[in-house]
């Protein structure tokens, strides 16, 4: 994938050096949130469920947790696994389901064409698939349930991360600012960590608006320096107190911890899980860095640091059983850089929330590209980095939650307990999505799946099962969230998905469109007028209901229709697929803009532009290829004699290039026949549209000269289409957009009616327009109204 549609690193072709950059880089991103759980892993483990004693039995135990815990899922499962399962360079839930969705025909996105496989970003592997992996493609492109299943397991994932990016901030700088207890009083400390943890948060998120790139720069020094010191302290700790603390590390210890504890030990589960809380950024920010740097940085400096805070602490305990304060990150630092450490920690667990904020932007965002998310105001804060994103709406409803977590809260256990749920729930999605991509992607045996699957598939439940146990001491939290946002989300794709469900069935024929004219008193007018609809091929019924309520439309009519296709990015060259719609003197045509779920949409004013630009150079490809300048279809006559007058081709047509000769560029692929797809219509006439494997794409390079050698040979119908466009083009443009009523049929169940005529319709009202989303001015803008009967 090229540089500059959002694969940011090739390692294969980068130095060791940029490399090294990259790994140091990527520790104020990526490991802020893992490199603070020592401040809260002890504390909240030793909260309750069991008891440090004079044996050191339990101490050692919960080490030895730690150790393999943090060996087992961040370095085994992440780095030398999943991070290997990306989708272009970029990770996440979603890019585990956008493979799984181009490799089986699982997804339950509308409007998918087969066009879309001709996407570079796409890239298929193509390994020979085993007879048991194809077994398991073929069961579950068969059950449609399942596909709903998988959508609802992304779905929980996703809401799980947001959960993560509300709970994170608040353990974070509550567990920092816990240290100023250890220097007042009980009663001034009472009265201070909680206001001052709550100010530090309201500063944190009024930030937001500014991006992370005007503070970045930063974050990196912030986070080496705190990992730095916890290796310092924790070495301290071991040489002064107890060298002999490594033998801990030996997996006797957790046996041996269990046989002793029982019931409460793994109970206290619930609080060692902590120690791996943000090792999910590692796979979810891989787009931003590359998996070698994200490598490096975890095994040489993040992963040695970590285990040696651990045990510093452990030795420090192990000498300490009946210290004055409670068990905590502070009571083993030294008295004379108490202060110090206190405020780089504080610091560091502003750096660790605002990764975890910045991902649940990111990912909310990535939720709504894929009609999965009712639609909300993004503002992308930096031009450069397109993943770094800012949503109000979401920022300030995360503040407030935080603000009320931790008033209602006010401990570490509760907290604790909390974001370990929510934390394990993510991981065991991502287990799930991974096994998956093992199978359908990488066609190895269902065998080393399922081994995958059970391995870390079962620590994970054990780490769940003692959060789940502890509902009503906080866990409750990010379940409730959880089954409020999936209901939401789930719902929104649901309408979503039957709105176009009924245009598809619902589109007038092409011959309605050709017949209007001036004998049905029809008339056309200048300018340029852009339907928008879902559709990827006939008339939507949106705009037979604009022409019967005014009788009128423009010179130009172009169907447009903006997509997201389950890749990250798509390349500008390949964002549009122009086609005619109707003959060339009815002067329409469709257009179909598809971008990835990491995309930026263009705003209207370059839009509009490019567009017409577009439309122009298809119109130059459609006249070579009709005299025979170009031939791009090798097709027999059989293959078009089942189209009418009025089908429809789609091209790709790439981005006009101004520098220089040849007058044009044509891209062919190396299968030699083009395939023609039909599309019935209500009065059965054929959209055919060209597709791969057998799609052309073409380029224009034009200049001065060639242009004007072109214009000599235009025919006069050419010259007069082009003078059309660019007339209406100055005559302005209209934006057609429907304004929907979606209403569920007469029989429908009480779930659907509640969740269509209640839920849905009162989402549609209470977030963004369709018309607000794309920007569009309101003297432009004409709203068709719609019911929709599903």
């Not at 048991?132 to 609802?152: G, M």
């Not at 979810?284 to 651990?310: K, R």
């Not at 030795?315 to 004055?324: K, V």
């Not at 839009?607 to 009709?626: G, H, M, N, P, T």
């Amino acid at each position: 994938m090229d540089v500059d549609y959002g694969k940011c690193w090739d390692t294969s072709k980068k130095s060791w050096k940029s490399t090294l950059i990259l790994a140091y880089q990527s520790l104020g991103v990526v490991y802020g949130d893992l490199s603070i759980s020592p401040l809260y892993v002890y504390k909240s483990t030793f909260a309750e469920d069991i008891h440090h004693s004079e044996t050191n039995e339990e101490i050692y135990g919960v080490l030895s947790f730690v150790f393999w815990t943090l060996t087992l899922v961040p370095l085994f499962k992440y780095v030398f696994i999943v991070l290997r399962a990306d989708d272009n360079g970029e990770g996440g839930t979603f890019a585990l389901y956008s493979l799984i969705c181009r490799h089986a025909k699982v997804s339950l996105l509308p409007n998918r064409q087969v066009a879309d496989e001709a996407l570079s970003t796409y890239k298929l592997e193509h390994p020979p698939e085993t007879k048991n992996s194809s077994r398991v493609k073929l069961l579950l492109e068969k059950h449609k349930s399942l596909h709903t299943a998988l959508l609802i397991l992304v779905l929980l994932g996703t809401c799980m991360v947001i959960g993560d990016g509300l709970l994170t901030p608040v353990i974070s700088v509550f567990s920092a600012v816990s240290g100023l207890e250890l220097s007042m009083s009980r009663d001034h400390h009472q009265y201070a960590v909680i206001p001052i943890t709550c100010f530090i948060l309201v500063c944190l998120f009024a930030l937001q608006h500014y991006g992370t790139h005007r503070v970045g720069f930063c974050f990196a020094p912030i986070v080496m320096t705190w990992l730095l010191c916890i290796s310092a302290l924790g070495l301290y700790n071991i040489i002064h107190w107890n060298p002999q603390v490594y033998k801990a590390l030996s997996p006797y210890y957790m046996v041996k911890f269990l046989k002793k504890t029982r019931k409460g030990g793994w109970m206290s589960l619930g609080g060692i899980l902590l120690c791996i809380t943000g090792s999910e950024a590692m796979f979810a920010d891989l787009g931003h860095f590359s998996y070698a740097a994200i490598q490096i940085a975890f095994t040489f400096l993040v992963y040695p640091a970590l285990i040696l805070a651990y045990m510093g602490q452990a030795a420090f305990l192990s000498r300490h059983h009946h210290t004055i304060h409670k068990i905590g990150f502070y009571v083993s630092v030294p008295d004379c850089v108490r202060w110090p450490v206190l405020v780089i920690a504080i610091l560091a667990s502003v750096v660790g929330s605002q990764a975890i904020i910045s991902g649940t932007f990111s990912i909310i965002n990535q939720s709504q590209s894929l009609g999965c998310f009712p639609r909300v105001k993004v503002v992308h804060t930096n031009a450069k980095i397109h993943g770094q994103v800012y949503i109000p709406e979401i920022n300030w409803i995360l503040m407030i939650l935080c603000v009320a977590v931790t008033i209602g809260f006010r401990d570490t256990k509760h907290m604790g307990n909390a974001s370990g749920l929510a934390v394990m729930a993510v991981m065991l999605v991502t287990t799930c999505l991974t096994s998956l991509v093992i199978i359908l992607c990488w066609n190895k045996p269902p065998i080393l799946a399922l081994g995958f699957l059970l391995l870390f598939g079962s620590i994970e439940l054990l780490y769940f099962s003692a959060s789940v146990i502890k509902f009503l001491e906080g866990a409750w939290l990010p379940i409730l969230l959880a089954l409020f946002l999936v209901t939401v989300m789930f719902v929104w794709h649901y309408a979503t998905v039957k709105k176009y469900e009924y245009d598809l069935h619902n589109k007038v024929s092409l011959e309605w469109l050709l017949a209007l004219g001036p004998s049905l008193g029809i008339t056309r007018v200048p300018g340029i007028g852009l339907v928008f609809t879902d559709l990827t091929s006939g008339i939507p019924a949106n705009f037979s209901r604009f022409v019967t309520n005014l009788p009128a439309y423009h010179r130009v009519l172009v169907f447009v229709c903006v997509k997201s296709v389950p890749v990250p990015f798509v390349p500008p060259a390949e964002r549009y697929l122009v086609g005619r719609v109707g003959p060339a003197a009815h002067r329409s045509y469709r257009c179909i803009v598809r971008y990835g779920y990491r995309d930026v949409h263009q705003d209207v004013d370059s839009f509009e532009s490019e567009l017409v630009s577009r439309l122009a150079d298809f119109i130059r490809y459609d006249w070579y290829k009709a005299h025979g300048i170009i031939d791009t279809c090798n097709e027999d006559d059989g293959s078009r004699s089942g189209a009418s007058s009025g089908e429809c081709r789609l091209t790709v047509i790439g981005t006009l290039d101004l520098s220089g000769t040849p007058a044009f560029e044509l891209e062919d692929n190396v299968q030699p026949a083009s395939v023609s797809v039909g599309f019935p219509t209500v009065e059965s006439v054929t959209d055919v549209i060209e597709m791969q494997p057998v799609q052309r794409r073409v380029r224009f390079a034009i200049d001065n000269e060639s242009e004007g050698d072109l214009r000599g040979e235009m025919d006069a119908q050419l010259q007069e289409e082009l003078e059309d466009l660019y007339a209406a083009q100055q005559a302005g443009t209209a934006f057609v957009l429907g304004h929907s009523h979606v209403k569920a049929k007469q029989g429908s169940s009480v779930f659907k009616r509640l969740a269509i005529n209640y839920g849905y319709n009162f989402l549609r009202r209470n977030c963004r327009g369709a018309d607000v989303s794309l920007k569009v001015p309101p003297a432009s803008l004409l709203e068709v109204g719609m019911v929709y009967i599903v």
